[in-house]
C-alpha cells in the first residue's frame, strides 16, 4: 500500500502534572527542599516551584496523516514550544512522508541552530519526533519497540525515584534514587543531614537494595567529592546523579577521577544531541548516561545516543519518560534497567508516571513489566479526554 502523507500537526499546552511532572499540588515530595542550582538563594530553597520549575506546562504534539491517523506525544515546552510548532518546525513536518522521519528531524534540528542547539528548542524536536514515532507505529498497526528492532528481554526492571527508597524495596524495585535536599551553601551542617538521610534509609533497606543520590545539577566538584566518598565507604551507595551544571564537562571528569572505586558517576538528563553526549564519553565524565527522549532529541536522536554509549562500553538508563523510553529500553542491551518516577504525593504508591494527560499508561507490577504490555500500536497510550488542550497558535 501507499505510505500516507503529514496532512497537519497541532500544538497545544496544558498544565497540571503529566509530562510537567513537577506542575504538582502543594505537600508534594518532588517540591520539598530539594537542593537544586537556586539553592544558594535561601529564598528559593524550600519549593523548586518557587524559582519557576513549573513555569512551561505540559507540550502536547499531534500529527495526523492523510489517512486519518493521528499521532501524538507529551513533552515539556508549553506556550513556548507550540509557537516552534506552529510558526517554524510545520514547514519540514506537513506534506512529508510519514516514514520520512530522519530528514524531518535534519530539517528541525539544522533550521534551528540560530537559536536552538538545547533547551526548549530541543524538547520541542524530541516532542515533534515521538509523535511521528507514535504515528509511523499506529499506521503499521505495530509498537514503536517493534519499529525499533523488538524486544531483546521479555520484561522490563525498574528501579524507583521518590522520597521513600524503603517502600519502593517493599513494592519489588531494583533500587531506589533519593533526592538531595542541602547543597553546598548550607555547608558543613548540610552535608551533615545528607549523610544522615542515607544513613537512616540504609538501616531501613538492608545492605543489598541499591540507593542512589539525584543532585539535580547543585553541586560542585569538591562538596560531590566529599559527599560521594563519604555516601559511598559509609552507606555503599550505588551512584551520584548529576552532580554538576551539565556544562561542566571538566568537572565531571575530575569527579569520576576522584570518587571511590565502584561508585559510579551518571549525569545527562539536561544534555541533548549526540554532540552533547559524545563529549561526555569522550572526555571519560561518567559510567551511565541518562537522556530523556523528551528532551534530547526523541527517539531518533536516542538512537545515535545509545550506539555512542554501547561504542564506549557505557550504561544509558534514560530519564524518566514513561513510555517514550520503556519502547526503547526493552530494545537495547546496554539499557538494562529502566527508572520509574513516583509521582505519588507521598511516594507510597505506584501511580502512572504522566497522570492525568495519558490513558492507558502501563505501570510496574512489583518493579517489573512485561515486554507484552507495550504492544498495543504506537506507544500504546491516548490523551485524556478530561483534560482541556489549549492550542495558543492555530493556524
Not at 28 to 41: C, L
Not at 151 to 162: M, N, S
Amino acid at each position: 500500500m501507499s505510505m500516507p502523507t503529514i496532512k497537519h500537526v497541532r500544538a497545544f499546552t496544558l498544565r497540571g502534572g503529566g509530562a510537567d511532572y513537577h506542575d504538582q499540588a502543594d505537600g508534594h515530595w518532588i517540591d520539598d527542599h530539594i537542593s537544586t542550582p537556586m539553592s544558594k538563594y535561601p529564598e528559593y530553597r524550600q519549593s523548586r516551584r518557587s524559582f519557576g520549575l513549573n513555569v512551561l506546562g505540559t507540550l502536547v504534539v499531534e500529527i495526523e496523516a492523510s489517512d486519518g491517523t493521528v499521532g501524538f506525544s507529551v513533552t515539556t515546552g508549553g506556550d513556548l514550544g507550540c509557537w516552534i510548532v506552529e510558526k517554524h518546525l510545520a514547514r519540514f513536518i506537513e506534506g512529508a512522508r510519514v516514514t520520512d522521519i530522519e530528514k524531518i528531524w535534519d530539517q528541525m534540528y539544522n533550521a534551528t541552530l540560530f537559536y536552538g542547539r538545547k533547551g526548549i528548542v530541543l524538547n520541542t524536536i524530541s516532542g515533534v519526533d515521538l509523535a511521528l514515532w507514535d504515528l509511523l507505529a499506529k499506521v503499521r498497526k505495530e509498537p514503536v519497540h517493534a519499529l525499533l528492532g523488538g524486544p531483546v528481554r521479555d520484561e522490563l526492571t525498574f528501579y524507583a525515584t521518590g522520597a521513600r527508597p524503603d517502600l519502593a524495596k517493599e513494592m519489588g524495585f531494583i533500587g531506589g534514587k533519593m533526592p538531595l535536599h542541602h547543597g553546598p551553601a548550607e555547608r558543613e551542617e548540610g552535608l551533615k543531614k545528607n549523610l544522615e538521610m542515607l544513613a537512616d534509609m540504609r538501616a531501613k533497606v538492608g545492605s543489598d537494595f541499591w540507593l542512589m543520590l539525584d543532585c539535580w545539577m547543585s553541586l560542585d566538584v569538591e562538596y560531590a567529592t566529599r559527599l560521594a566518598t563519604a555516601a559511598r565507604n559509609e552507606f555503599g551507595l550505588k551512584w551520584i546523579e548529576e552532580a554538576l551544571s551539565p556544562d561542566d564537562y571538566w568537572g565531571y571528569a575530575e569527579l569520576r577521577r576522584n570518587v571511590p572505586r565502584g561508585l559510579l558517576v551518571s549525569t545527562g538528563e539536561h544534555e541533548a544531541t549526540r554532540w552533547g553526549f559524545r563529549l561526555l564519553l569522550e572526555m571519560e565524565c561518567c559510567d551511565i548516561l541518562q537522556p530523556d527522549v523528551g528532551w534530547c532529541g526523541g527517539i531518533t536522536e536516542l538512537i545515535k545516543i545509545s550506539n555512542l554509549a554501547d561504542a564506549h562500553g557505557k550504561l544509558v538508563v534514560p530519564h524518566g519518560s514513561s513510555v517514550y523510553s520503556y519502547h526503547f529500553v526493552i530494545t537495547r542491551h546496554n539499557s538494562p534497567f529502566a527508572e520509574f518516577l513516583m509521582m505519588a504525593p507521598k511516594a507510597d504508591e505506584v501511580v502512572p508516571m504522566f497522570n492525568p494527560q495519558l490513558l492507558d499508561e502501563p505501570v510496574p507490577v512489583n518493579g517489573r513489566m512485561k515486554a507484552s504490555a507495550l504492544d498495543a500500536p504506537g506507544f500504546g497510550v491516548r490523551l485524556n479526554p478530561d483534560c482541556a488542550l489549549y492550542r495558543p497558535f492555530p493556524r
